[in-house]
């Protein structure tokens, strides 16, 4: 069965610092997609970024970054420089031939300035 | 930028009444999802349709709710009657393909007193 674990439920930081937010999959499947979402308080879901699972490549976005690691079925985020903007709660979710997203539990971040 | 629309945005009812949701999809897409994300945890998939046809609604309780999508286009989320367990958000997805990525909108937060 699929499963995403987000071990860190809450962290804390103080603006500028830098942040990685880890994600932990489980699969079966040797094609499936990997996905980090942002959920501000307002709610809704905002996408960052799609990973299929042949393509291990890092990614970097401005001062987000992510890094794939089939080795350790893990798929981290990482904030650099971070700002009071990224607090938020972050979902790592995996997706197979079903296409049915499955999330963790989040990590709420929290950024003071 | 086109956007998923939902309405209404907070919902408040007593239990035993019946309540239903609206979504929009971003226009041409014809996957619409529908999940529901109880306080603290994950969103999970509640129903999905390709165009005006259920391609997955095992996990939703049948009982109590119902969805349709009756012109591939916007889809309605009811339920009836409502219960304690049902306070959550709601959150309406689209995608352009069947594996695609997923945009969600800004979601349903409902309150059954």
């Known amino acids: 069965a699929q499963k995403v674990t987000q071990a860190q439920t809450e962290i804390s930081v103080v603006e500028k610092e830098d942040v990685t937010l880890d994600c932990v999959y489980e699969?079966?499947?040797?094609?499936?997609?990997l996905f980090w979402y942002k959920q501000p308080p307002s709610g809704e879901l905002v996408f960052l970024i799609r990973r299929n699972s042949f393509d291990e490549q890092n990614e970097i976005s401005g001062r987000y970054s992510w890094n794939f690691q089939k080795s350790t079925s893990s798929f981290n985020f990482t904030i650099t420089a971070s700002q009071v903007v990224d607090s938020a709660v972050y979902f790592c979710a995996l997706s197979d031939n079903t296409d049915k997203l499955i999330f963790g539990t989040g990590t709420r971040l929290q950024v003071f300035p | 930028e086109a956007e998923v629309a939902q309405s209404p945005r907070y919902k408040i009812t007593e239990k035993s009444q019946a309540v239903a949701f609206w979504c929009d999809p971003i226009s041409g897409h014809a996957t619409l999802y529908w999940y529901r994300q109880i306080l603290g945890q994950g969103p999970e998939l509640l129903v999905q349709?390709?165009?005006?046809?259920?391609?997955?609604d095992s996990q939703l309780p049948k009982d109590r709710f119902s969805a349709e999508r009756l012109k591939g286009v916007d889809s309605t989320l009811k339920i009836q009657p409502a219960e304690l367990g049902d306070s959550a958000m709601y959150l309406c997805?689209?995608?352009?393909?069947?594996?695609?990525?997923?945009?969600f909108g800004p979601g349903t937060r409902l309150t059954v007193l």
């Open positions: 699969t079966r499947d040797t094609t499936y997609y």
């Open positions: 349709f390709q165009d005006e046809s259920v391609v997955d």
């Open positions: 997805a689209s995608s352009p393909l069947v594996l695609d990525t997923q945009y």
